[in-house]
Every structure is written in C-alpha cells, then in structure tokens.
C-alpha cells in the first residue's frame, strides 16, 4: 500500500518547484510517496476554491496511483474550500485515462472536475461504467 504524506517544509517545497520549474509561493503544496519501492509525488496550487495539479510523476504507470494523487490533492482542497479541480494537457497526458475514469471534462486547455464529484464513492480505476 502506498502512503501519500504532504511536504510541509518550505524548503522541500520550494526544491520540488525548482525540479519541475514552477514559481515557488505560498499557496504551493506537494505530496510525496513514503514507500521506498512506490515513488510517487505531486505540486499542486490551492488558490482560494481553485486547485491546479501543476506537476506529478510516479514510477510506473498504474491507474491506482495517479488516482491517488488526485484523491488526496482534492481531499486536501476540500477541507480549504477547494472547490473546482483543473489539470493542463502538458500534466495530464501521462494519466489521461484515469482522468476519463474520473470523470474530468476534458476542455481546450486541459481538465476540469468539481471535487466532490471527484471524490465520491471508491477508486474508479476498477469502474466498469
């Protein structure tokens, strides 16, 4: 099982800005596996109800783990009035797929979901739907 836990040390945060070439600010926030053989990590941008999944990688492509960043990013969000869920095409692309399975809209810039949509019911990498 994978464990996601929030870097909350601004100099962490402002290193993985930095590897992923983002603007460091305040309202930055990132997730990083704690599983020695799992890595997984994500940067995202909580402004006011607006979130943006700026960056996100993981090891293997395995639908579970994308979903999960998405997960505890939007549940993160949730609890600070996060509301509406965007992913540019560029971070995207590389779970495309769990997106659709998401549920995200996919729009001219990228993808859009509201968060309580997002996060309701199980993980929707088994949904047949």
Known sequence: MIKLL?????GELEQLCRHYGIDYTPQIHAYSSSDEKVKAQCVFLLDGYRIELLAASFDEYDPLIPELL???VGAYAANRSGYLFYISDSVGQAMEE?????????NETGYCGKVPNLLKGTCRCNDTN
């Open 98 to 106: 769990t997106l659709k399975t998401m549920r995200f809209e996919k």
């Open 6 to 10: 929030p870097v909350e040390d601004a």
């Open 70 to 72: 998405i997960r505890a």
